[in-house]
């Protein structure tokens, strides 16, 4: 894991070393929901994929779950690790020096956010968040140990032979993605898939994406063909 923490001999604080970082101007939310704001997509949230797959009738599925609950867990399951977030609002104008700090040994948590060094924000009282790392809840990252990965490859081979479906993201793809690396998974499937399905102009008022989600965020899309 300690090969995940950068180490600097200067006092450049971030912890990536990208030469563009920023925050959306009205922040992610809103960026979502523009992405999304178009009359042929329509996004189902808190609905789980597995309820609904029996009613999808698309050409192709864009699916972001778990690899190995696609395919019934019929390998094993793979380890993911979740975070408990535990929130906090602080009656004192700054909680820390920068956005987050790292607890890697004395404590449950692993991290603290302060919000406010990310959004500019001011305001008397400043809000943290902790990170409490656990093996239950939400899946969020894989685990990357060679008896895994070996796993992994069972069920990759498997998605590989499944023709109308395409497994993107960190959870689909077992992969240890940054947001970078995802919008860019993410746009390699979008280019293939345009190659294979370009061609084929939706009908007026045909539906092209349905978005199906846990909790809010892009999930499960079905593309071009959909009942
Ligand atoms: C605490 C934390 C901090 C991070 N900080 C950074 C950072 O500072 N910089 C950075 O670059 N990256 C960061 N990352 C990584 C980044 O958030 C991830 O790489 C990125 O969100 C992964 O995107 P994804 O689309 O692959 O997966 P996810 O964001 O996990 O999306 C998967 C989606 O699939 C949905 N889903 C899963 N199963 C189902 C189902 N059965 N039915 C319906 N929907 C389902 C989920 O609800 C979710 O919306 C961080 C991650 C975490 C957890």
Do not use: W
């Not at 523009?34 to 609905?47: A, K, N």
């Not at 104008?93 to 890697?104: I, S």
């Not at 990357?144 to 479906?165: C, G, H, I």
């Not at 240890?176 to 939706?202: I, T």
């Amino acid at each position: 894991m300690a090969a995940r923490v950068p180490a600097r001999a200067n006092r450049d604080d971030r912890y990536f070393t990208d030469t563009f970082q920023y925050m959306p101007l009205d922040g992610y939310t809103r960026m979502f929901e523009r992405i999304l704001d178009h009359p042929r997509i329509r996004v189902e949230v808190g609905v789980d994929f597995f309820r609904v797959r029996h009613r999808i009738r698309a050409k192709h599925i864009v699916y972001t779950g778990p690899i190995d609950a696609y395919f019934g867990h019929c390998f094993g399951r793979l380890p993911y690790r979740s975070i408990e977030f535990r929130h906090e609002h602080v009656p004192t104008p700054k909680y820390q020096l920068v956005g987050t700090v790292n607890y890697p040994n004395d404590f449950r948590f692993t991290r603290i956010t302060e919000f406010k060094h990310l959004t500019g924000q001011k305001a008397h009282g400043t809000s943290i968040v902790r990170e409490f790392p656990c093996d239950e809840g939400d899946p969020y990252y894989p685990v990357p140990r060679p008896e895994n990965e070996a796993v992994f490859k069972q069920y990759e081979r498997l998605a590989k032979e499944t023709d109308d479906v395409s497994f993107v993201g960190r959870l689909a793809q077992y992969r240890y993605y940054n947001m970078d690396q995802c919008v860019g998974a993410a746009l390699k499937a979008a280019e293939s898939l345009a190659a294979r399905f370009g061609a084929q102009e939706p009908r007026s008022g045909d539906t092209v994406g349905r978005v199906h989600t846990h909790a809010g965020t892009g999930a499960v899309a079905a593309l071009p063909g959909l009942a």
